[in-house]
């Protein structure tokens, strides 16, 4: 499938795009990468993004796909939280003509947010919750966005700022204000992802997200067994905040950067 959505952009003319479940990319990931590698503008429609696909068990649930895809170069990695953020996604995969995209989606329902954007989610990453001064920040991406907006409610008395990361690539290609406008120095930043947490230390001071294979049982089950609960994940919040109380967080964007794309070593 993916091999023949490769010839397809070869040839030109069409935008091709082909879909399964996000999990089942490890089978054609031998062409995914091939269309990173040709330049390629293919887009992959993933669905059933993560544990939440329930009793068809671990076999079905991606729970580090993501994170593989993320680590491909010249891939974009999408996962909207609404129907704004979808069609943006949508968006930017089409403008980018020499790079493939892969739309990770949920299976289960998700709200619309108030804050959400066709513009904003081609941002890569915007708030969704603002704080003037936040003491905590909170970023998420897809079915966690709304989860994490829940677990900031519950956080009475503290300013948490929520921010909704669609696509880590396209944050990447933002000036250095922009993402300290979102991450302010010092404040500590809370990911949450059903789904592993590896890279998620490149935005995040403490990650919540899958260390493990997921299991076969109802989503109901699920959430409150993995911790994607909007009281679990405030807990988790409040430790954080006792955490850093008498000191600040590191800045996760004072740091030297090298672009090698060019440089040959």
Request: hydrophobic share 40%; with cysteine; glycine share 8%.
């Amino acid at each position: 499938m993916a091999a023949v959505c490769n010839g397809m952009a070869a040839y030109g003319a069409l935008l091709p795009f082909c879909a399964t479940f996000l999990n089942f990319t490890g089978y054609a990931l031998g062409a995914v990468r091939l269309s990173a590698l040709s330049e390629f503008r293919v887009m992959y429609v993933m669905t059933h993004d993560s544990i939440g696909l329930g009793e068809d068990g671990p076999t079905h649930q991606p729970v580090e796909m993501m994170e593989s895809l993320r680590s491909m170069p010249n891939m974009m990695v999408m996962r909207p939280a609404d129907i704004n953020e979808t069609s943006g996604c949508y968006a930017a995969a089409i403008k980018h003509k020499n790079t493939p995209s892969t739309l990770c989606l949920s299976r289960q329902g998700m709200p619309n947010l108030a804050l959400s954007s066709i513009a904003n989610a081609q941002l890569g990453a915007y708030t969704v919750v603002p704080a003037e001064t936040p003491a905590l920040v909170l970023v998420a991406s897809g079915s966690e966005v709304g989860l994490a907006m829940s677990a900031a409610a519950l956080l009475e008395g503290v300013s948490v700022a929520v921010v909704s990361m669609p696509c880590q690539e396209l944050f990447d290609n933002q000036t250095t204000e922009y993402k300290k406008s979102l991450f302010p120095d010092g404040v500590p930043v809370m990911s949450v992802e059903c789904s592993a947490t590896r890279g998620w230390e490149k935005y995040s001071h403490v990650q919540v997200g899958m260390t493990t294979f997921g299991k076969s049982a109802p989503i109901k089950q699920l959430l409150p067994y993995f911790g994607f609960t909007e009281e679990a994940v405030a807990d988790k919040a409040r430790q954080v905040l006792e955490f850093y109380k008498e000191k600040a967080a590191h800045s996760l964007y004072d740091r030297l950067e090298f672009n090698f794309t060019h440089s040959g070593h």
